[in-house]
């Protein structure tokens, strides 16, 4: 099944990292309603765990390496996702 | 006093300072929880914030490090990161080196 979040989160990450491994999981529903959790108002992803395989990732630290994920989802970040979970690998590692 | 220098007075005058959802007693986030329990299990003491408290504390401290998410963890005014960061930091064996190697005590050495 398809999913048009995830589907836009898939293609900003993608074009940005040109991954060898790119794997999402939307684990929104995990957490609807808990405290402090807000939801979006247009209803996108709110909890998302990434694990991605790119060369983007050689040689940087690993608060570089989120920050690399986090720049390419700031948009989707500015409209309420607010959980990232981030596996960020180097081929080879 | 504004929130930014309320920050940077918590982040360098401790030693190890969370910003969390909840306290170290209560969670209230399961990324906050883990980096509770890990701080414990290594036995580090720290300071937990909980942002819940403030919105603008919730807004200042995503300003402050550049960072979007919460949990975030400071040791000795630097920025080490969020909980993913700090759970493969643990895993990796590099947590209690670290503490270490900026002076600070943890309980038992011979874990990780």
């Known amino acids: 099944m398809s999913d048009p979040d995830l589907d836009r989160i898939r293609t900003a990450l993608a074009g940005g990292l040109n991954p ?11 957490h609807a309603g808990h405290a402090g959790a807000s939801s979006r108002p247009d209803g996108g992803i709110t909890h998302l765990r990434v694990r991605a395989v790119s060369a983007a990732f050689a040689g940087k630290s690993r608060v570089e390496r989120h920050r690399i994920v986090n720049a390419f989802l700031a948009g989707e970040i500015a409209q309420g996702l607010h959980a990232l979970a981030i596996e960020a690998k180097a081929p080879g590692e | 006093m504004s929130i930014r220098e309320f920050i940077d007075r918590e982040v360098k005058g401790n030693d190890v300072v969370v910003f969390m959802k909840g306290t170290p007693q209560f ?7 883990q980096v509770v329990q890990i701080l414990d299990h290594v036995g ?3 300071k937990g914030i909980n942002v819940l408290e403030s ?16 949990p975030q963890i400071y040791v000795k005014g630097e920025f080490l990161g969020g909980c993913d960061i700090v759970r493969e930091m643990f895993q990796a064996g ?16 011979a874990i990780g």
């Not at chain 1, 491994?21 to 684990?27: A, F, K, R, S």
């Not at chain 2, 402050?64 to 919460?70: D, F, Q, R």
């Not at chain 2, 270490?100 to 050495?109: F, L, N, P, T, Y």
């Open chain 2, 94 to 109: 590099e947590l209690i080196p670290l503490f270490e190697e900026k002076g600070i005590a943890v309980r038992d050495r």
């Open chain 2, 27 to 33: 969670p209230m986030c399961g990324f906050s929880g």
């Open chain 2, 44 to 46: 580090v003491p720290f």
């Open chain 2, 55 to 70: 919105d603008e504390l919730r807004q200042g401290i995503k300003d402050y490090a550049s960072w979007p998410t919460i």
């Open chain 1, 20 to 30: 060898l491994v790119l794997e999402l999981e939307n684990e929104s529903a995990l």
